[in-house]
């Protein structure tokens, strides 16, 4: 009986590996085989939307199945990361998320998920810079003019931001931080409200991705100060960037538009989804609408993917510490 027992120890833990290596052959070689949810932690026709919705189009035409966005948000994308975190990690489930990803897990006390456990990098389909804006009416067509007037209307100038926690509000903080102004932030729910409210001249002041506003600076709506970028941007070339406007310290941040499966997905489908999300942001009809939104189109590979993340959860952390930001209980 002792013998049977260990023999039995023995050979549970082979059976079990021997059972998931052949749910995940059977996984990745059926897949797709039905419908697979695209969750979005945002509301509808925001920038992560608009690049879910491109997307899964084209790995619908490429690969025969139904690719289908759903919209989950709430709690800064808290809510529909956590669906994905906690989905079967079978690739049929998946996240198409912004940078909300590696910024609340230093923003909120809590949050349902870990980042580098539960979610599995695909890839970073693509990216858009923040760009800092103000109201035509506003006496102040370069940084060093914004200062001044800042300077002169101390703790009476607000800027508006996407929302708490967003990138685009915490480079906002690094910029107010970097040169020490009195200004007041208004957060708002999403970028549409916050870019209404520039182009109202109801706030003077807003940091927000490009994506959404790029049709405004052609109109004159709104006046671009300076990129968020290394270099400067194709669809606003005359604008600059912070380092050439003279902000001090590290004011690079961007928009990430990556996508997730759960923490435990079969390499396979991870592969075969990567590929074939690089093939539909290079299609020259989906190149071409998000290159006139702003969007750099990326696609790169999980490993690389997954060494960005950790950097970014690491810059951020650093920025919310030092703008003495409190988190989010």
């Known amino acids: 009986m002792t013998g049977y027992r260990a023999s039995s120890v023995f050979w549970a833990p082979v059976t079990a590996l021997l059972i998931a290596g052949a749910a995940q052959a059977q996984t990745s070689d059926k897949y797709p085989s039905k419908n697979v949810r695209i969750i979005v932690p945002f509301a509808a026709a925001g920038p992560t939307d608009v690049m879910a919705r491109l997307i899964a189009q084209k790995l619908q035409g490429s690969l025969g199945t139904p690719f289908i966005v759903e919209n989950h948000p709430g709690a800064g994308g808290n809510i529909g990361m956590a669906m994905v975190a906690g989905a079967p990690p079978d690739g049929y489930t998946l996240l198409l998320v912004s940078s909300s990803v590696v910024v609340n897990p230093s923003l909120y006390e809590k949050v349902p998920y870990n980042v580098f456990k539960d979610l599995a990098p695909i890839t970073l389909a693509g990216s858009s810079p923040n760009i800092l804006v103000v109201h035509p009416s506003v006496p102040a067509k370069t940084v060093k003019e914004l200062v001044a007037y800042v300077q002169a209307n101390p703790g009476k100038v607000s800027f508006a931001t996407p929302g708490f926690g967003t990138t685009a509000s915490l480079a906002a903080e690094n910029f107010r931080h970097a040169l020490k102004l009195d200004m007041q932030p208004v957060p708002f729910n999403g970028a549409g409200p916050a870019l209404n409210a520039v182009v109202a001249g109801q706030v003077p002041i807003g940091m927000m991705a490009l994506p959404p506003v ?4 052609k109109a004159g709506t709104l006046r671009g100060i300076a990129f968020t970028t290394e270099k400067r941007v194709a669809v606003a070339p005359e604008v600059p960037t912070m380092a050439e406007a003279g902000v001090p310290g590290d004011q690079i941040s961007d928009v990430m538009q990556g996508v997730f499966a759960p ?27 998000l290159d006139a939104l702003g969007f750099d ?33």
């Open 263 to 289: 923490g435990g997905t079969p390499n396979s489908v991870i592969d075969l989804l990567q590929a074939e999300i690089a093939k539909a942001v290079a299609v020259p009809d989906v190149k071409a609408k």
């Open 297 to 329: 189109p990326i696609a790169d590979k999980p490993d690389h993917f997954a060494a960005r993340i950790k950097v970014e959860v690491s810059k951020w952390a650093k920025v919310i510490t030092d703008a003495k930001i409190e988190k989010v209980k």
């Open 214 to 217: 790029t049709a405004h600076l």
